[in-house]
Each structure stands twice: as C-alpha cells, then as structure tokens.
C-alpha cells in the first residue's frame, strides 16, 4: 500500500510539472492534471490540501534540479581557471538539458517574488566564501581584474541561460535559438568572453 501510495503521489508531482511548466501558477488547473492521470480532484487533495502546496512542491524540486550541485562545482579544490570552465560546463548542462524546467523556475519566480523568493532561499543557500577568497587571491596577484563572486556568477548565468530562456526572441529576431547543436561552439565563446574579460 505504501508503495501505491507514493506512486500516486510522484504521478501527481510529474503531472502538475507539465501543466504548471504550461501554464503558469495562475494558469494551471488541477481538474487537467487529474485528467492526465486518470485520478479525481479530490485524490489529489488526498496528497495536497491546495493548488498552492501542490505548486510549492514543483518548484522546490525544481529549482533544486537546476541548481542543487552548484555549490558542489564552487566547493572542488581545482585551478581558479578550471573552476570557471566547470561553472560555464555545468550551467550550460542544466540549460540545455532542462530548458523547460529552468525557464519555469526563472518565470515563476519573477511572477511571484514575495513568495516564492523565500521558499528558493530555504531549499538551496550558496557558499560564496571560498570562492572569494580565490577570487581576491587571483586578484592580489595580477592574474585577474578585481571582481566580486556574484558579479562572475551573474555574468556567467546570463551567459549561459539568456538563449534558452530568450529562444523564441532570438529565433525570430535572429533566426536562431539554442539547442544541442550549439552547446560546445557557446561553451568555448562563453568561456573566452569571461576569461577575456577577467584578464583584461
């Protein structure tokens, strides 16, 4: 029984993603989520008591799939340079891989910031400590402009998340949109224009 239960349970979770991946908080309807799976409404309020739990629970786990290892790529004891390829490496990754995800975590939380702001900051902290101080020892020693972690970090994520969060814009505008086929020539363009930018 358990094992029905939690497999109800994660059919409602994959289900809402899609429909709140859609359509928004505002948009999504419980009723089309119960459809696609073939449960009423009130099997999924068995497992949430509101559409704004149920939500919340989407975009936890989403914006934890998108970022969750970020600090773990912060925290590896490499060369300052090949921390930096990693970081474009692995933004580029969760990008493509993920776009939907990604762009639902980004338009969500711009959509509700006084809520959903809060709940981003409980599910995943980052240390920039460390980072920092190889930041300002790199600095100290002439091998890089002087910059602040956030400041890298801000450049690199607009970088590497702008195409896809922006395709359809760039596909009319400039007849292109990101996809798999660009993901090494951007890597190497990203990460000439940061290093580039760094060493000037």
Not at 57 to 86: C, H, M, N, T
Request: charged share 25%.
């Amino acid at each position: 029984m358990a094992e029905t239960t939690t497999d109800t349970r994660s059919e409602i979770i994959e289900a809402a993603r899609e429909e709140y991946f859609t359509h928004g908080y505002e948009g999504a309807r419980l009723q089309r989520i119960a459809d696609q799976i073939g449960v009423t409404k009130a099997m999924i309020h068995y497992y949430f008591n509101t559409k704004k739990e149920l939500f919340e629970q989407v975009y936890r786990l989403s914006a934890e799939e998108i970022f969750r290892d970020l600090g773990e790529v912060l925290d590896q004891d490499v060369p300052l340079f090949k921390k930096i390829e990693q970081l474009v490496d692995y933004c580029l990754q969760q990008a493509t891989a993920v776009p939907k995800v990604l762009s639902f975590v980004i338009t969500e939380s711009n959509r509700q910031s006084d809520w959903l702001q809060p709940l981003f900051e409980e599910q995943l902290q980052l240390d920039l400590t460390q980072f920092e101080k190889e930041l300002k020892a790199a600095a100290s020693n002439y091998e890089i402009a002087s910059v602040t972690a956030e400041t890298l970090l801000l450049n690199i994520f607009s970088l590497c998340f702008y195409p896809v969060l922006a395709a359809p814009v760039n596909q009319s505008l400039l007849k292109t949109f990101a996809s798999d086929d660009t993901e090494i020539p951007r890597k190497g363009l990203i990460l000439d224009t940061i290093l580039n930018w760094l060493t000037a």
